[in-house]
């Protein structure tokens, strides 16, 4: 699905700069494309986004949440890091599963359910943290994402400008509602959280990215 929220010129330019992917990436995206069934993957500039904040940020270790058929997971796996990620949908599960081993990646590891389950759980740290699951849960997920986040870490969260509705004035779609209105919670409170220095970029469906400060500089 196309949640392009600029201008369709800007997005094709920025597009068009892109390195294209090959092999099993390539593939993915074609069946993302072309498959109505088949799992929606991040936006291309999104995914190069990721790349990029894996090396500037030098992460070792990423935690992701929202698996889909594994296109991201493997993505950042391919710039060297190990991914954790976890998926409760088990038809999408299965096929990130065939996906990561058609990629002959070792350093991903699949975790299979609800994420609010499973996050309490994980004692391990991450360097990065990719949040791609359900929009109206990503302010429930906080306080689970800030113990799992290393300090000097950063925290990726995808498609918070939804389609751009959460930044228009009122709700223009009735039945998005309770999804806009937690939207703008999630992003005022990671835009406050005294351990969190925020940016949000208009690229792809909105992401905002939000280093977590080490504790001597929280009320900096
Ligand atoms: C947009 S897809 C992820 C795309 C993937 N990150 C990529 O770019 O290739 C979102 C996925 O998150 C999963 N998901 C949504 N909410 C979840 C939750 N609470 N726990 C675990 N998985 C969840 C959905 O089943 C779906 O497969």
Redesign the pocket.
């Known amino acids: 699905m196309d949640r392009n929220i600029n201008h369709d010129y800007v997005t094709k330019y920025l597009r068009a700069l892109l390195p294209k992917r090959e092999g099993l990436l390539r593939e993915i995206e074609e069946k993302s494309a072309e498959e109505d069934t088949y799992?929606?993957?991040?936006e291309p500039e999104t995914?190069q986004l990721l790349r990029v904040l894996i090396h500037i940020s030098n992460a070792k270790s990423v935690l992701?949440?929202?698996?889909?058929?594994?296109?991201?997971?493997i993505s950042m796996a391919m710039e060297g890091c190990s991914v954790t990620t976890?998926?409760?949908?088990e038809k999408?599960f299965n096929i990130s599963l065939q996906n990561i081993e058609k990629s002959k990646i070792k350093r991903i590891k699949p975790l299979f359910?609800?994420?609010?389950d499973i996050l309490p759980k994980l004692s391990e740290t991450f360097d990065m943290i990719?949040l791609?699951?359900?929009k109206g849960?990503y302010l429930n997920f906080l306080p689970s994402l800030l113990r799992l986040l290393n300090e000097g870490g950063i925290l990726v969260s995808d498609n918070v400008l939804y389609n751009g509705m959460t930044a228009m004035e009122g709700i223009a779609v009735r039945r998005k509602v309770t999804i806009i209105k937690r939207l703008r919670k999630y992003l005022e409170e990671i835009s406050k959280n005294p351990y969190l220095l925020t940016t949000v970029l208009p690229i792809g469906d909105g992401v905002a990215i939000s280093y977590k400060r080490k504790e001597e500089l929280k009320n900096a």
Do not use: K, L, P, W
């Not at 359910?113 to 609010?116: K, R, T």
């Open positions: 799992v929606s993957i991040a995914e992701e949440i929202g698996t889909g058929s594994a296109y991201s997971a976890i998926e409760r949908y999408n359910g609800e994420a609010s990719f791609d699951a359900a849960q």
